[in-house]
């Protein structure tokens, strides 16, 4: 079974309330309609005025029956419910009540307080707005994990060489949020793609920490915050397997780790291989789709507290409904 099948069938075996808070674009109706006749969710619940939505998908030939349609501000004792809690999570901010009660019918931060509030389990957003704008909404609603302070990404590559990773699979982490992560970060990053390898995978953690160093064969300071990244891990101790820094190849090849790092415990084993920075993130995902034609899912957001999922303005249906698929599987 392919990634995006493995992840439907994942979401459909314990079926949860997904929130859209772009519920005017088309491309999210029909999204939210193929998630509900598939059974992928227990519920679907459109936001923005709702005559604009039952007009858009009248106009589209979209049936709305069974999915929830909601103008954020519309029911006083959500907006009296959402605005307060807003307000205490922002008043160390300047938020006063009367702005906090205006701001939260911003339906991103409707949608992450319906998953902060346990009103909805999962939000996807992006198709509409930028990548900062979810974030945001995300980090100041829904906020990280516990012992986590970073938000992230990853990418999970699948149909490459079935040697590397999980039989061809692994995940590449973070190459769409974090220009140049600090060390906290980077061990931030480490432990989320750790927890993304196993709900993506299914397999146990085997993380690389990439450089263009392995084990101090070359003096820089981008070295040294690999080298002070897995430093933090280890004093964190978080239960998986882990190294670096290491070149690519070490990271890949047995027999060149051997000579390099000898006695290394991912030697063989990675699924996860974490950049240093975006540059070397992003240049390397596209490198081994393109040039290795691997497929690469993504980027799903990790780091959370609770699943959220960013999407390209330029998604398609099916991108939306893979996105949201992937985000479910997670609850």
């Known amino acids: 079974m392919d990634f995006v099948s493995e992840m439907k069938a994942k979401a459909a075996s314990k079926p949860k309330r997904l929130v859209l808070p772009e519920g005017t674009e088309e491309r999210i109706i029909r999204a939210a309609r193929l998630l509900l006749d598939e059974k992928l969710v227990s519920s679907v619940t459109l936001l923005g005025n709702v005559a604009d939505i039952q007009e858009i998908a009248s106009a589209e030939g979209i049936f709305l029956d069974g999915i929830n349609v909601v103008h954020p501000g519309f029911v006083s004792s959500d907006l009296n419910r959402y605005a307060d809690v807003y307000y205490e999570l922002r008043k160390n901010k300047g938020m006063t009540q ?3 009660k205006i701001d939260i019918v911003d339906t991103l931060r409707w949608g992450a307080m319906m998953v902060n509030q346990g009103d909805a389990d999962a939000i996807v957003a992006g198709a509409l707005s ?3 704008e979810v974030l945001r ?8 994990a516990n012992g986590i302070k970073t938000a992230s990404s990853c990418f999970v590559m699948t149909g490459m060489d079935a040697q590397y990773g999980k039989e061809g699979s692994m ?3 973070d190459c769409a949020v974090i220009p140049d992560p600090l060390p906290e970060q980077l061990a931030d990053i480490t432990e989320c793609a750790a927890q993304s390898c196993r ?3 299914n397999t146990e953690p085997v993380a690389a920490l990439l450089s263009f160093s392995t084990k101090g064969s070359a003096k820089h300071d981008d070295v040294v ?5 897995v430093e933090i891990l280890e004093k964190r101790s978080p239960g998986f397997a882990f190294d670096g820094e290491l070149q690519a190849d070490s990271a890949l090849v047995p027999s060149v780790l051997d000579k ?9 084993k990675v699924n996860i291989l974490v950049f240093p920075d975006l540059n070397s993130g992003n240049i390397g995902y596209k490198l081994v789709q393109r040039l290795g034609k691997a497929q690469a899912f993504g980027p799903f957001l990790q780091g959370f507290a609770k699943p959220i999922s960013d999407l390209s303005r330029g998604a398609s249906v099916d991108d939306i409904v893979t996105t949201c698929a992937v985000t479910l599987a997670k609850c």
């Open 98 to 100: 009367e702005q906090a």
């Open 130 to 132: 930028t990548t900062s």
């Open 137 to 144: 909404a995300g980090l100041s609603i829904i906020g990280t």
């Open 171 to 173: 995940i590449f982490s």
């Open 199 to 201: 709900e993506y995978l």
């Open 225 to 229: 915050k690999v080298q002070n990244t």
């Open 260 to 268: 390099k790092a000898p006695g290394s415990p991912v030697r063989g």
